[in-house]
């Protein structure tokens, strides 16, 4: 069964506590936080503020994923402020290793992301040393695009050279996931889900929660 990151991008804003207590309650095990910069990314979400205000009232995992350029100038001040992971992309820094290792001095998960347009091998140097991959499975910048099929392909090969080496780290997908679309992915090794329109869009986002979750059993 696949775990479950409710994407707050997609939450609503003023009732922001009730949301997330809503997808604590609801069975979620993480809480994914896109910080978007206007620069790697062209939209603007938030700052480590969001991730203060938001750690004294949960104890789900902060998934926080950095979509900014030069992560390494952040990190520090996400990890001060109660981040549980902190994902950095590898086409956003020369200096995946170093951001890398910014991240585990300051006794935070480690998390490498990649975009559809970059392959495995980008990474394959710097898999020993994390907690986490995250295989985008839309162009990071948005939320409520269409999962891209061609990235299940990308998830199998990093779960064959998980096993192959016996690593240890679990591998997120990110974007356009429903309960359609995680099953494939799931499949190929994906162990957790990203969903923010496909939570936060329904009326009732706890049975959406449940549905991934049925979706993978
Ligand atoms: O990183 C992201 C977009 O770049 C997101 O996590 C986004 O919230 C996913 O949204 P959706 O589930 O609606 O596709
Ligand atoms: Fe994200």
């Not at 402020?81 to 585990?104: C, F, N, S, Y």
């Not at 064959?160 to 499949?187: C, H, P, R, W």
Request: hydrophobic share 45%; net charge negative.
């Amino acid at each position: 069964m696949i775990k479950v990151a409710p994407s707050i991008l997609s939450a609503d804003y003023v009732n922001l506590q009730r949301d997330i207590e809503m997808v604590d309650k609801g069975g979620a095990e993480l809480l994914h936080i896109d910080i978007m910069d206007g620069a790697f990314v062209p939209a603007l979400s938030y700052g480590p503020g969001w991730v203060k205000a938001i750690r004294p009232i949960t104890d789900l995992t902060l998934d926080v994923h950095m979509m900014v350029q030069s992560p390494e100038r952040y990190i520090d001040t996400f990890a001060d402020a109660g981040a549980d992971i902190i994902g950095v992309h590898t086409e956003a820094t020369p200096h995946i290793h170093r951001a890398l290792q910014m991240i585990k001095n300051k006794g935070v998960k480690a998390e490498v992301v990649i975009n559809p347009g970059t392959p495995v091998a980008a990474i394959t140097p710097v898999l020993y040393m994390v907690d986490q991959v995250l295989v985008m499975t839309v162009n990071p910048g948005f939320g409520g695009q269409k999962f891209l099929p061609e990235t299940v392909k990308k998830i199998a090969e990093l779960n064959e050279i998980k096993k192959s080496q016996g690593l240890d780290f679990d591998i997120e997908i990110d974007g356009g996931v429903n309960d359609s679309t995680v099953v494939a992915a799931y499949q190929a090794g994906a162990t957790v889900a990203v969903a923010g329109s496909y939570v936060f869009d329904d009326a009732d986002p706890v049975s959406r929660i449940q549905a991934l979750k049925d979706a993978t059993k």
